[in-house]
């Protein structure tokens, strides 16, 4: 009866742990996608939606259905942004800020997006958005009623529109969230940057106060950062080197060294030699994982909202920092789980070394292992990296590595065998083979068994299912047969 209640105990309090760690796990997985996807910048995005902060300015209903109305829409959307960008010069304030930031979350919904990596799709939309301002600043835009319309196309059918002197294509997406509308293609991403540099010194059809506004936001900078500072960095540092001003480039080296700094100084600050035992010591290494998450999410959020580096330096830095998100993401999501099943053992008494406490830091680690590939192949697709299709094409190489981890696999299943039959505990004194002696620990991998002679015998857990065991510690009664000399 009190073994029965004991496992009935045990499979209760696994039940609870697992399903806590499902919701973290649900939890952690969302949040990792929410980083990746901060802005609606992608062609599936929806044409007229506008970032969460940008509460003031117009809100222009985008028309994507034929040629005409993206042309059109890109129109409004340039006045749009030269007026707002304007307003912020003379403001500074974060209103204004708002205002571009709208402008420009319904601007990159007019180009097709969907081949450029999640982590640089916003930055490398807004950059090919202001080349496509520059561009038709020197190249007039047709005129409206010269633009095919939606009746122009059969339904379904390819259709494209070849914007006249530009190689610019406005193509009809033939599949996915955006599919039948009308965008920019996905070839404006590389042209426009190549196309600008042979128009660059064509004079400006419309004279104004801005002769390059890819020039001018390369020097922008947001609300944080003071007007007079960016204004008093010498012009030799203005120079752009991999499409961001030197200065800027500097001042986000040096801020990454002083997050690097502090979080050294943090880690050294709460490592401390009592944390409470085993338990406080797993909540201790939370602290480590959530200080480089937040310094991530803290730098990227800087780069991109206050400095705003752009070009091929961005594209590596926000690569970058995706990277350390969702690893630091994926660490958070290990320790929190090692730590919550830990806390689970303590209260449910159970002693250091007993089989039920081993088997629940087994399933830790398992679910740990899994949710953090998962959430770190999220972060890799994010970045670019086409983790989900090479996984789906695997084939023989799949073959190969579960063929690979075979041994390591049947010593996980021989682990949950041994819980699950439950022929020994820890501490039973058993014979197995020509061998004997006391079981010490059963462990993911291997069981040990402490012999009579005091020499320990560790035993792969594949093997040690399969042999025929005799558990001295579970007879009802004990034969003793023993020979008494009489005199």
């Known amino acids: 009866m009190r073994a029965s209640s004991h496992f009935g105990w045990t499979r209760c309090l696994l039940s609870a742990a697992s399903a806590a760690t499902m919701r973290l796990a649900a939890l952690l997985l969302m949040s990792a996608i929410a ?7 992608e062609a599936g995005a929806d044409p007229g939606q506008a970032s969460a902060g940008a509460v003031v300015g117009p809100q222009y209903g985008l028309e994507t259905s034929s ?34 930031a709208l402008v420009l979350d319904q601007w990159l919904s007019l180009i097709d997006l969907s081949q450029v990596p999640e982590a640089t799709r916003r930055e490398v939309g807004a950059e090919t958005a202001t080349y496509l301002l520059d561009i038709f600043n020197r190249v007039p835009l047709p005129a409206l009623d010269t633009v095919p319309d939606a009746t122009a196309f059969k339904p379904g059918s390819p259709a494209a529109y070849a914007v ?14 955006r599919q039948g509308e009308f965008l920019f293609s996905q070839h404006t991403v590389n042209s426009a940057p190549q196309f600008y540099r042979t128009v660059e010194n064509l004079p400006l059809h419309t004279p104004g106060p801005v002769r390059s506004w890819g020039s001018e936001i390369r020097q922008f900078t947001g609300p944080m950062v003071p007007v007079a500072l960016a204004d008093a960095v010498p012009e030799k540092l203005k120079r752009p080197v991999l499409g961001t001003p030197i200065w800027k480039i500097v001042a986000s080296v040096l801020l990454t060294a002083i997050s690097v700094l502090i979080l050294l100084a943090w880690n050294r600050a709460t490592t401390h030699p009592d944390w409470g035992g085993r338990v406080g010591e797993r909540w201790r290494l939370l602290l480590s994982p959530l200080a480089v998450l937040l310094a991530g999410l803290g730098l ?13 330096f961005a594209a590596v830095t926000y690569a970058g920092l995706t990277a350390v998100i969702y690893l630091a993401l994926a660490w958070t999501f290990w320790v929190l789980l090692l730590a919550i099943f830990e806390t689970a053992i303590s209260r449910s008494a159970l002693p250091e070394q007993n089989f039920d406490a081993h088997m629940l830091r087994l399933i830790a680690r398992i679910i740990g292992i899994v949710g953090g ?3 770190v192949a999220y972060g890799a697709q994010d970045i670019g990296l086409p983790v ?30 041994l819980y699950l039959d439950r022929p020994i505990r820890v501490g039973d004194f058993c014979t197995f083979g020509d061998r004997s002696g006391t079981v010490e620990s059963i462990g993911i991998r291997s069981t040990q068994v402490r012999a009579k002679d005091r020499t320990m015998i ?30």
């Open 164 to 177: 006249p002197d530009t190689p610019f294509r406005i193509v009809r997406i033939a599949d996915g969230p």
């Open 388 to 417: 989900f299709s090479l996984l789906a094409g695997l084939g023989i190489g799949g073959l190969a590595i579960a063929l690979a981890i075979r041994p390591t696999l049947e010593n996980l299943i021989g682990g949950f065998i």
């Open 300 to 312: 990227r959020y800087f780069l991109s909202g206050q400095i705003i580096v752009a070009g091929t």
């Open 67 to 100: 040629p005409r109305g993206v042309i059109a829409s890109f129109q409004r959307l340039s006045a749009e942004f030269e007026a707002a960008m304007t307003a912020y010069k003379t403001a500074h304030d974060r209103q204004s800020a708002d205002r571009i």
């Open 458 to 487: 560790t035993v792969p857990n594949a093997q040690f299912a399969d042999m025929q065991i005799v558990n001295w510690a579970q007879c009802d009664r004990m034969l003793i047969s023993q020979t008494i000399g009489l005199r």
């Open 35 to 41: 980083v990746a996807q901060e802005a609606p910048s």
């Open 373 to 375: 590939i998962v959430i």
